[in-house]
């Protein structure tokens, strides 16, 4: 655990975790967050990357819409440690993930002040990235985003559709790479900022034209969001070879720390 952020800011911080997609890159089967990692589901994994930080003291997981009952009962299996305080709350989430992030924001007590939002198919994130973030936002960011330069050349190209799809998309520019970055999660934000944007944009998600991440609907109200330095090990499981990385990544931690 973490003590480079402390519990003495103002008001307390809280992580929601949205995990109630299905995981259809990941190929069939049961939705992604409840998948096993190492024999522990994905979910449990994230619950106890946030759980790390000294300084989230309430995680509210957003679970699949019909399996918030489900969900609980996987939280209730895998306790956290019997001195962790946090305090773990389950509310069904929606069609999106922009709208499973708003329906966890209305489960936040009162006494929440700071907000980290957590993939919880992004189950190896280091505590030491997740306290960067709290403690940019503690030092007065609205808003930050852990993220990294990119290993490759990006494209942007013109899509096809229609009968056209599947021919080769013609490359309309290239941008420059030095300028671009990877973002991750958890990203965290001063509450009353998140909040305002996800009420905001709320029909945006519905009419198809929501954000992607909540820094970007934070960027939409106008708002200066900055980043920190994120990490390798923070990726997201999206299709099957990131289940191979992330049973390796734990196989290595397993060996350097014996956990
Ligand atoms: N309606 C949704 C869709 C996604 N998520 C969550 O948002 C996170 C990032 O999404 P992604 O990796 O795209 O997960 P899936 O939507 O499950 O993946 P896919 O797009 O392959 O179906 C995941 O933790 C996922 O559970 C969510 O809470 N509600
Ligand atoms: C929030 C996120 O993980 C930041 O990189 C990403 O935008 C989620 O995207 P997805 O389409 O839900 O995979």
Partial sequence: ??????????????????????????????????????????????????????????????????????????????????????????????????????????????????????????????????????????????????ALPLADTVKQVEPRTGDAAGEPEPVVGTPERALLRAVQTPQGFDRATLVAAHEKFASAAREGEGATDDAGLVERLGTEVVVVPGHEEAFKVTRPLDLVLAEAVLARRRANDGF
Wanted: aromatic share 0%; charged share 20%; hydrophobic share 45%.
């Fill in 1 to 146: 655990m973490s003590d480079r952020v402390t519990a003495d800011a103002p008001g307390r911080t809280a992580a929601v975790i949205p995990a109630a997609g299905r995981g259809v890159r990941l190929g069939p089967g049961t939705p992604k967050a409840l998948r096993a990692l190492n024999g522990t589901p994905m979910l449990i994994h994230a619950v106890r990357a946030m759980a790390a930080s000294r300084a989230v003291s309430l995680v509210v997981v957003v679970a699949p819409p019909d399996g918030a009952a489900e969900v609980r009962n996987l939280l209730d299996e895998h306790p956290l440690a019997d001195h962790d305080p946090t305090e773990v709350l389950v509310v069904p989430g929606g069609g999106t993930r922009q709208e499973s992030v708003r329906l966890g924001l209305q489960a936040l007590t009162d006494d929440i002040t700071t907000v980290l939002v957590h993939d919880a198919a992004r189950p190896l994130v280091p505590v030491d990235t997740v306290d960067a973030v709290v403690a940019a936002v503690h030092d007065g960011a609205p808003a930050v985003v852990p």
